[in-house]
């Protein structure tokens, strides 16, 4: 498991490396220097934020207005399902087909 | 009788008294398309097999052609958000506005070049290669809207759909020349739209003409039960928004948006703008938005964040284009390796970053705390005043690779419409002249939420005294 | 040496009693042809978006109620993100920060186990494993699922298993629930440390998943406080991992490590407004709970004068429980109706495979046949045969009775001739009987019994038998 360095060390190549892994992105090595380099960047401009006291600051979870936005309990079959199996990549009786999951 | 140049109201009138029929309208788009797209790459795709619209209305567009941005799901249509890992996906459902637009009689004639998810303000990250600006091929039509703003500019059609995440409709429009709206957040549904800031997205309409714009508006707005963040705020007829009566309307122009950074050129257009609302008896007054500088900062930690959950469920594992590999870690790995684009990646990495453990905190929560900020800040104004004034952008259009490599100078071309999609507030970019090269200058407008009628008549009041709107770009004339 | 103490905490997923799914409209049904109730949001197709199930949250507060705990006023729920081919989004809708009941308590026997959280949130698809590759099922992807997250205050494995008991009858009772974990409506995983008694701090703990069944709970823990023991008398220190119960070898094995531990990333769901969880909903709710099977308990007990072990068994179904209650309306013998309900009833609901809820015998027949038989009209065999008939067809017994003439043979010159004649066709039987063996009488009476279909009142019998063979000799 990779320790997280402090928040201060911003974005190293290490850091880079993981998050590649738990976003399931690969990176060659050309690519983790590329990235790194950027990401550091836009992080030093981010980094703004951090000027304001933000200490006292109340925020809202989301942007919505409303509240209690609900469905009532109703089943009904997707008028389309052909549709929706043709889009598998790879099928068996109906099933999707994936490589071999190792659990 | 100059057919692409007509508004698409026009268009309606015409086929419905029958100066015009509509096969003649939509064969005559198509074939300016053909002509003239492969030299400015607007469209990814023309619809060999158009839909007939639907014999049901009477709106005040029926008939009228429409294109739609490729991010917006039209059923058994490949649909693709310009991204190689999205190649070759159909849609098996209509997105609500389609839905809407269908009914409408509406006639979709294909879909629209883009950044790949929405993510650019240039339309240079798409997989299908950059859309060119019609003013001038040697520069962006701006993004990530720029497949629909340039389609409009060129006369392909009179009307466009677009999204706007972060000044995605409107920066392309004022690259263009060509009106774009946003609409206040939740009015229209995002139902089939696909996700890239959820809390964020709108799609909205470009065309030239505001009268458009208001017909299109009034179509597409809603409340849906498939949309939860939808609003049931109720629809106004936004039609009857469009009067030449300003008087007395309290404008605000915020210092910090006049500042070093803004092109000269633009500056100079934007306030002869303001002269034309002055003129018109409107009040104008400086007015103070000092969290303006954090905003986009904020907007990039909580887009980027949330994208980098939307896009997660593109793994080649249930739909689209699936790497062949050994083993099911290796096809996430190299689905999204060869299926995302640089800027795709940079975006999720760094929204990836942003919710990690021991950041979350530091930045996506901070990110909450700017955007309380800004939108109080905003609201703060509208008490007082009915609507805010500002240039779309801070420069005129840029050239094709100018910024491409430098994703921070990017970022800073929406600095003046982040505020309104982080407020959710509804907003306009007109056009309002052009620099010394002959390159669009586009104005901002904005107003509270659920405001759009204000927008309208602003817009309808400078549209009435201007021509700035029916310019085309010399070789699509 | 030092004496060590197990602590256990349980975590349970309950897929709640809906119609349609979490997040979209595609049925709740179990067991049908894979990938036939999907739709594009349940999929994760692009450009879909949630809208919450109001009855999954109704039956959420339900059971937070039911579970005593702390509802809160404003809910919202959180994406929790990470990669598998059963997660269409490859995020999982759920709750974090702000789960809908917090600080409630379950009552096993005397002892409160107390309860930390319990939140909603959307299932997983199923895989299936084939020996080259996997297929993926997303029927149960979306399906509306509440976790309920015990504090570790379970201290052995048989409580282990009486707390999910108890969990699931309640469930059942409110009907949140059918708890089927045949069926995968309930899923148990469980974390266990082991401590010195009386220490306050706790050890390391390992999680144990791939329970099938309450009696694999019970043995998996069973199994790893062995194990636990061993390694810590021993000197070794227990590694902190997840491990599976395997139900063939009866132990449980380490997980192949995964590569890192989850970080989930949880945000805000953007795609979803808040939700108030006002009182008059939660008052509603509360009403709805009516009486929970601890109540009963007490009730029964109270009431009834019944011993614990008849009372676990008539409320083990609310359907059995308001059954006995009403059959009581007809003839109020509590201990009586028990001992039916509990042997014959149930004997034949098992032979007929249904259940309580299905059967067409109304309480009142019921208790007219109890009657029948105390009062000597019918023999309790007879009473078992006509009582798998009126399971499925409920009339008056004694009507069916009459009809099939299985009315008692309780008149003694009726039986008088059928015993002589057991008498002469069965000598050595009189003769064992003659000679002490008391329990000889008893093949003749049962001589007696199949000759009459079983209508002879066998005590009439015995005496008569007796009586007889005393006045022969």
Same mark, same amino acid.
């Given at each position: 498991m990779v320790i997280f360095p402090k928040k201060d060390m911003g974005i190293t190549k290490e850091v880079v490396k993981h998050i590649a892994q738990l976003c399931r992105i690969e990176l060659d090595q050309e690519e983790l220097n590329y990235y790194s380099s950027q990401l550091g960047k836009v992080l030093e401009y981010i980094e703004k934020i951090n000027q304001l006291n933000l200490e006292e600051t109340s925020f809202e979870f989301n942007p919505h207005t409303q509240t209690n936005v609900y469905r009532v309990d109703k089943s009904e079959k997707f008028f389309n399902l052909q549709g929706l199996l043709k889009i598998f990549p790879e099928r068996e009786n109906n099933f999707i087909k994936i490589p071999k999951v190792i659990e | 009788m100059e057919i692409h140049k007509l508004s698409g109201w026009e268009i309606s009138q015409k086929i419905?008294?029958?100066?015009?029929?509509?096969?003649?309208?939509?064969s005559l788009f198509k074939e300016r398309i053909r002509r003239f797209n492969p030299q400015l790459n607007s469209l990814v795709s023309l619809f060999e097999d158009?839909?007939?619209?639907?014999?049901?209305?009477?709106?005040e567009l029926w008939g009228v052609p429409i294109l739609i941005k490729d991010n917006i799901c039209i059923k058994n249509r490949e649909i693709t958000c310009a991204s190689k890992i999205l190649k070759g996906f159909i849609s098996c459902y209509d997105a609500t506005v389609i839905e809407k637009i269908k009914k409408a009689g509406l006639v979709i004639l294909g879909t629209t070049n883009m950044d790949e998810f929405a993510f650019g303000s240039s339309c240079e990250n798409s997989c299908y290669g950059p859309t060119l600006n019609p003013y001038n091929k040697q520069y962006v039509p701006g993004g990530s809207s720029g497949g629909s703003a340039a389609g409009v500019s060129a006369g392909f059609s009179p009307l466009a759909l677009g999204s706007d995440t972060g000044g995605s409709i409107r920066q392309p429009a004022s690259f263009c020349g060509v009106v774009g709206f946003k609409p206040t957040y939740g009015r229209v549904s995002r139902y089939g739209l696909v996700a890239f800031g959820s809390s964020l997205d709108v799609i909205g309409p470009l065309a030239r003409d505001i009268r458009d714009v208001a017909y299109l508006l009034e179509i597409i707005s809603g409340w849906d039960a498939k949309d939860s963040t939808s609003s049931v705020q109720e629809k106004r007829p936004f039609s009857s928004a469009l009067e030449d009566n300003i008087?007395?309307?309290?404008?605000?122009?915020?210092?910090?948006?006049?500042?070093?950074?803004l092109n000269k050129e633009v500056e100079k257009n934007v306030k002869e703008a303001?002269?034309?609302?002055?003129?018109?008896?409107?009040?104008?007054?400086?007015?103070?938005?000092?969290h303006t500088e954090y905003a986009v900062p904020c907007y990039y930690i909580l887009s980027s964040s949330e994208a980098s959950s939307n896009l997660s469920r593109f793994d080649g594992i249930r739909y689209g284009a699936r790497?062949?590999?050994?083993? /099911?870690?290796?096809?996430?790995?190299?689905?999204?390796?060869?299926?995302?684009?640089?800027?795709?990646?940079?975006?999720?990495? /760094?929204?990836?970053?942003? /919710?990690?453990?021991?950041?979350?905190?530091?930045?996506?929560?901070k990110a909450l705390k700017v955007r309380s900020l800004i939108k109080k800040e905003l609201q703060e104004v509208f008490r007082h005043y009915q609507a805010i004034i500002t240039p779309t952008s801070p420069t005129p259009p840029f050239q094709i690779g100018e910024r491409i490599e430098d994703p921070l100078s990017m970022y800073l071309s929406d600095i003046y419409t982040i505020p309104s999609n982080l407020s959710g507030i509804p907003s306009v970019s007109l056009p309002c002249g052009f620099t010394k090269e002959g390159l669009p200058v586009g104005l901002q407008i904005m107003a509270n939420h659920f405001s759009e009628d204000i927008l309208i008549r602003l817009s309808f009041s400078y549209q009435s005294v201007t021509n700035w709107h029916k310019i085309y770009p010399r070789e699509y004339d | 040496m030092i004496e060590l103490e197990a602590v256990i905490g349980l975590e349970v997923h309950v897929q709640l009693a809906t119609e349609s799914k979490m997040f979209c409209s595609c049925p709740n049904l179990f067991g049908q042809s894979p990938n036939s109730l999907i739709c594009p949001v349940c999929m994760g197709l692009p450009g879909v978006l949630p809208v919450l199930n109001k009855k999954a949250v109704e039956l959420g507060l339900r059971a937070a109620l039911a579970l005593n705990c702390r509802i809160k006023e404003k809910i919202i729920f959180e994406r929790k993100n990470y990669f598998y081919p059963d997660l269409p989004k490859n995020y999982q809708i759920s709750q974090y920060s702000n789960p809908l009941g917090e600080e409630g308590f379950l009552t096993v026997g005397s002892k409160k186990i107390r309860i930390k959280r319990v939140h909603l949130e959307e299932d997983a698809g199923k895989l299936i494993h084939k020996e080259k590759y996997s297929l993926v099922d997303l029927n149960r992807a979306g399906v509306p699922l509440m976790e309920i997250v015990s504090y570790p205050d379970i201290s052995s494995a048989q409580e282990a298993q009486d707390y999910l008991k108890e969990l699931k009858l309640i469930l059942q009772y409110i009907g949140v629930s059918t708890c089927d974990m045949e069926k995968g409506f309930l899923r148990c995983d469980a974390n266990i440390s082991l401590r010195e008694k009386g220490f306050p701090g706790l050890g390391t703990k390992t999680e144990l998943k791939n329970m099938n069944s309450f009696n694999q709970v019970r043995q998996a823990l069973e199994y790893e406080i062995k194990r636990q023991k061993k390694s810590i008398l021993q000197g070794e220190k227990i590694v902190q991992e997840t491990r599976l119960w395997d139900d063939n070898k009866r132990i449980t094995l380490t997980m192949?490590?995964?590569?890192?531990?989850?970080?989930?990333?949880?945000?805000?769901?953007?795609d979803l407004v808040s939700f108030v969880i006002s009182k008059q909903e939660i008052d509603r709710q509360k009403a709805l709970i009516k009486e929970l099977p601890s109540q009963k308990r007490k009730r029964f007990r109270e009431n009834y004068n019944l011993t614990d072990k008849d009372i676990e068994v008539i409320i083990s179904e609310l359907g059995l429980s308001n059954f006995f209650e009403e059959t009581l309306k007809y003839y109020n013998y509590p201990k009586k109706v028990?001992?039916?309900?509990?042997?014959?009833?149930?004997?034949?609901?098992?032979?007929?495979?249904?259940?309580?809820?299905?059967?067409?015998?109304?309480?009142?027949?019921?208790?007219?046949?109890?009657?029948?038989?105390?009062?000597?009209?019918?023999?309790n065999l007879v009473a078992k045969e006509l009582l798998g008939e009126l399971i499925?067809?409920?009339?008056?017994?004694?009507?069916l009775a009459e009809e099939r003439n299985l009315l008692s043979i309780s008149e003694k010159s009726e039986l008088l001739g059928l015993v002589r004649e057991a008498i002469n066709e069965n000598p050595k039987a009189v003769e064992d009987f003659l000679r002490g063996k008391d329990k000889a009488i008893m093949f003749l009476v049962g001589w007696v019994m199949r000759k009459t279909k079983g209508k002879a009142d066998p005590n009439i019998l015995k005496e008569l038998i007796e009586r007889q063979i005393k006045e022969a000799k």
């Open positions: - | 419905k008294n029958k100066e015009l029929t509509l096969n003649r309208v939509i158009v839909e007939p619209p639907s014999s049901e209305s009477s709106s008087k007395g309307l309290k404008i605000g122009l915020p210092k910090e948006y006049f500042v070093a950074g303001i002269k034309v609302f002055e003129s018109k008896g409107a009040y104008i007054s400086e007015i103070n938005l000092p790497k062949k590999a050994k083993d /099911l870690i290796e096809v996430y790995k190299k689905t999204r390796r060869e299926g995302f684009g640089k800027e795709a990646k940079r975006r999720i990495m /760094l929204g990836t970053f942003s /919710l990690s453990s021991g950041y979350y905190e530091a930045y996506y929560l | 192949r490590t995964k590569e890192e531990a989850h970080d989930y990333r949880y945000f805000p769901e953007p028990c001992n039916w309900i509990t042997g014959p009833l149930l004997e034949a609901l098992n032979n007929k495979r249904v259940s309580i809820g299905e059967i067409k015998l109304r309480a009142i027949n019921f208790a007219e046949l109890i009657k029948m038989v105390e009062g000597k009209k019918i023999t499925e067809n409920d009339q008056s017994p004694q009507t």
